[in-house]
Nanobody, 116 residues
Framework: QVQLVESGGGLVQPGGSLRLSCAAS????????MTWYRQAPGKERELVAS????????NYADPVKGRFTISRDNGKNTVYLQMNSLNIEDTAVYYC?????????WGQGTQVTVSS
């Protein structure tokens, strides 16, 4: 059974940090590119950061460049999103996605709320 389980979300003050994790099971994690998306209330889901199957290619959305870092550990079947200097506009549900040609999986999401 394929599972992507996000964790690490929560309530943080502006300027704070969080580290999200997405643990994968039920498929060959090392063969999949991994992407973090987020969806804020009333807005469309947007790409945050992506990393290729072996980690050699990484991309970030402009709003998070220099603040967020995506990484993966293929030995632990886990992808991470380190989020620093958080601001109110980062409030959203964060989802991880596993993708390769012909196959795509999503997690259930984890809520990140940035508020003073």
């Amino acid at each position: 059974q394929v599972q992507l389980v996000e964790s690490g979300g929560g309530l943080v003050q502006p300027g704070g940090s969080l580290r999200l994790s997405c643990a994968a099971s039920g498929f060959t994690f090392s063969m999949y590119a991994m992407t973090w998306y987020r969806q804020a209330p009333g807005k469309e889901r947007e790409l945050v950061a992506s990393i290729s199957s072996r980690g050699g290619s990484i991309n970030y959305a402009d709003p998070v460049k220099g603040r967020f870092t995506i990484s993966r550990d293929n030995g632990k079947n886990t992808v991470y999103l380190q989020m620093n200097s958080l601001n109110i506009e980062d409030t959203a549900v964060y989802y991880c996605q596993a993708r390769r040609v012909g196959s795509e999986y999503w997690g259930q999401g984890t809520q990140v709320t940035v508020s003073s």
